[in-house]
């Protein structure tokens, strides 16, 4: 199902953040408990502090997330279905609010990809994908989507093995 701008917000927007910050404070405290009474004050007073600056610094980046977030919201609406439109991917092509466009029929348009880069490995992942047909474009972007990666990445094998002729 196609997301409402506001609620691919929430999705994409803080999750993994919140969590992680979650997770550092009850180690925080769990390492705070351990300490012996003399050392206490001086222990908590740095776990305090800790949590808190890390607490900041996610704060800054769930801001700066937000910010990139909301100005590639615009691009990211284009061409998607409205709101509440159910998609997904069968055997037969791609559905689209009851209407399938079928494999044999579809294109690849457009393909964007997102690259992850650490030290020693660099990965792709799908960020968009646009196919055309004589039914029209569909537009599948993951991040508009319930279950967007699952839907973009079958939608892309399933072009692949139909010999869509493009190559990566």
């Known amino acids: 199902m196609v997301?409402?701008?506001?609620?691919?917000?929430?999705?994409?927007?803080?999750?993994?953040?919140?969590?992680f910050w979650g997770l550092v404070a009850v180690a925080a405290a769990g390492i705070a408990s351990l300490a012996e009474p003399a050392d206490l004050p001086v222990v908590l007073t740095a776990a305090v502090v800790a949590v808190g600056a890390l607490g900041a610094f996610?704060?800054?980046?769930?801001?700066?997330?937000?910010?990139?977030?909301?100005?590639?919201?615009?691009?990211?609406?284009?061409?998607?279905?409205?709101?509440?439109?159910?998609?997904?991917?069968?055997?037969?092509?791609?559905?689209?609010?009851?209407?399938?466009?079928p494999w044999s029929t579809l294109a690849i348009e457009q393909v964007e990809l997102a690259k992850l880069s650490s030290r020693y490995r660099t990965m792709f992942t799908l960020?968009?994908?646009?196919?055309?047909?004589?039914?029209?474009?569909?537009?599948?972007?993951?991040?508009?989507?319930?279950?967007?990666?699952?839907?973009?990445?079958?939608?892309?094998?399933?072009m692949r093995l139909a010999g869509s002729g493009v190559t990566v």
């Open 3 to 19: 997301l409402s701008a506001d609620e691919a917000t929430k999705v994409r927007v803080g999750q993994v953040l919140a969590i």
């Open 58 to 101: 996610f704060a800054f980046m769930v801001w700066r997330r937000m910010r990139r977030w909301r100005s590639d919201l615009p691009r990211r609406l284009a061409g998607m279905a409205p709101a509440n439109t159910v998609i997904g991917v069968t055997a037969a092509g791609v559905a689209v609010a009851g209407q399938i466009f």
């Open 127 to 158: 960020e968009r994908l646009t196919l055309m047909g004589p039914g029209g474009i569909v537009v599948l972007d993951p991040a508009m989507m319930r279950n967007g990666h699952r839907i973009v990445g079958n939608a892309w094998r399933r």
